[in-house]
């Protein structure tokens, strides 16, 4: 695997912070906040997306109803995403870096069976066959400059990329930051049981109202994926608002943990 844009040569210099993204969206919906506060302070942010590749060979008719769905059937859907990745953190502020491994909708057995055919599919078993990519993503990040705060997803919601990108990370030995992975985060329980057992430490970081503009600004650039959520551009910034109240007793925030 190769990386699509490399971060190694970004021109921006090292990172002060990395948020490892399973998909073309997770980070700007999950941290974009307080990626642009960081932005405005003057750090360094690297979004580094995981599953952005173009996949090759025939797709699943779960796939390609996906496509259908996004609007994106006539087209390479995820050059089309990261085109929208790449919009949401220019505005942000921050450095789209698009590694290209593939959504699990695409990856196939070494017989070609597709590993994750369905939609059930997404939230079941990691299957064996990604043991192997466990271990290549883990050796990918462990690659990431060591002096960045390494920010990770929690795996609220349990999808298979989510719960793959944070065993990777983990697997590195490095301190990480956990995100709470929205929208899922905002269903009832989800966080609690993606914390599990341990001893961990919340921290919430406020945000002001130019923070949280610029984080709806942002997310509004995927496009393709608003009406797998929400009903319009107006229910997803009553969804980003309603939640970051929450989160924050009545004040705008995000949540992050730390074991």
């Not at 948020?19 to 941290?31: E, I, K, N, R």
């Not at 994750?116 to 066959?129: R, S, V």
């Not at 301190?175 to 929205?182: A, F, R, S």
């Not at 993606?194 to 919340?202: F, N, S």
């Amino acid at each position: 695997m190769q990386l699509y844009a490399s971060a190694i040569n970004c021109q921006d210099g090292r990172p002060d912070w990395i948020y490892l993204s399973p998909h073309l969206d997770d980070a700007v919906f999950s941290c974009g906040g307080r990626i642009a506060l960081q932005v405005r302070a003057g750090m360094r942010v690297w979004v580094v997306t995981v599953c952005a590749g173009s996949p090759e060979g025939p797709l699943s008719d779960f796939a390609q109803a996906l496509h259908e769905y996004w609007g994106l059937a006539e087209t390479d859907a995820p050059a089309a995403r990261r085109e929208e990745d790449r919009a949401a953190l220019a505005r942000l502020g921050a450095v789209a870096v698009h590694w290209d491994f593939w959504d699990c909708i695409y990856r196939r057995a070494p017989d070609g069976r597709f590993l994750y055919p369905n939609y059930d599919a997404l939230w079941g078993p990691i299957a064996e066959e990604d043991g192997a990519l466990r271990e290549e993503l883990a050796l990918r990040m462990a690659e990431l400059p060591s002096s960045a705060t390494l920010c990770v997803p929690l795996g609220a919601g349990a999808h298979v990329d989510h719960r793959l990108v944070r065993q990777a990370a983990e697997a590195t030995g490095r301190p990480l930051v956990y995100y709470e992975d929205y929208p899922y985060a905002g269903k009832p329980g989800r966080v609690e049981q993606a914390l599990g057992e341990g001893i961990w430490r919340a921290e919430e970081v406020g945000l002001d109202e130019v923070a949280l503009e610029a984080k709806i600004a942002a997310a509004l650039c995927y496009r393709s994926q608003i009406t797998s959520f929400w009903a319009g551009e107006a229910d997803l910034a009553a969804h980003f608002r309603a939640y970051a109240a929450a989160v924050g007793g009545g004040n705008p925030a995000e949540r992050y943990w730390r074991r």
